[in-house]
């Protein structure tokens, strides 16, 4: 029997959840796909019209994306989207093909058949966004297959590891996917990775990776130095006790 006045917090709980997740993944999907820009203050009031998010949901999903890396939460300007400089991303693909060659070979010694069921349907998945030019859903299983693999090693740390490394430069990944000529390339790629991993051949899908990693971030450089030339500068700190112009 429920009392009058008392709310069923489990279900609230849950529901403001999921919305919180929500606004999370579509503020995610604007700025992995450059609707908002690098530099740039994110207008809550603009965002809320377009979404039709709360502020509460909107306010708590714009603290994970800045746990995440993809925006900086400064004092008196608010929620701005981080820009990284292209030594910041080098270093952070470095550990990611770190991370990924570890995985590659103990991957391909304990993946079993179910394992592999499953990467080969993301990898279809994949293949068919590319074939329909749905670049965000492909990004998206992307990133879902690359992980995937990692995971495959069965190392509990070096997951994690990888996917919060993973997701502080997921917009300069997507950019590498904007060439079309490129795009193609890395379906071709991921084919070969997949190859490699049926065969158990792990030596082989580390140097695949390795080469893909390479290969995407010759792309996403040049985009990455067009952002960073176009960025707005961010406004001069005023010293205390100097009036505002």
Not at 30 to 50: K, Q, S
Not at 53 to 72: D, F, I, N, S
Request: net charge positive; aromatic share 2%; hydrophobic share 40%.
């Amino acid at each position: 029997m429920k009392l009058h006045g008392i709310v069923d917090e489990t279900t609230e709980e849950r529901a403001h959840g999921r919305t919180t997740e929500g606004a999370i993944e579509q503020l995610r999907s604007l700025i992995v796909g450059g609707t908002l820009e690098a530099g740039r203050r994110i207008p809550e009031r603009l965002i809320t019209e377009r979404t039709g998010l709360t502020r509460t949901p909107l306010r708590e999903a714009l603290k994970v994306l800045a746990a995440e890396g993809l925006v900086r939460l400064e004092p008196n300007r608010g929620a701005v989207v981080a820009a990284l400089s292209v030594a910041e991303i080098e270093a952070t693909l470095s550990v990611l093909g770190g991370l990924e060659a570890m995985a590659a070979e103990p991957c391909c010694a304990r993946i079993d058949a179910a394992d592999l069921t499953a990467i080969t349907a993301l990898h279809e998945e994949l293949a068919a966004h590319h074939a329909a030019g749905a670049l965000m859903p492909y990004f998206a299983v992307n990133q879902r297959l690359h992980q995937a693999i990692v995971d495959g090693a069965g190392n509990p740390v070096l997951s994690r590891l990888y996917a919060t490394e993973s997701r502080r430069i997921h917009r300069y990944r997507f950019a590498g996917n904007l060439n079309p000529v490129r795009w193609a390339e890395a379906v071709r790629e991921h084919e070969d990775a997949l190859r490699a991993l049926t065969a158990r051949n792990g030596p082989l899908l580390r140097e695949i990776l390795r080469a893909h990693l390479g290969n995407g971030w010759r792309v996403a450089r040049a985009v990455l130095q067009r952002e960073l030339a176009e960025a707005p500068s961010p406004p001069p700190r005023r010293r205390r006790g100097t009036p505002a112009p």
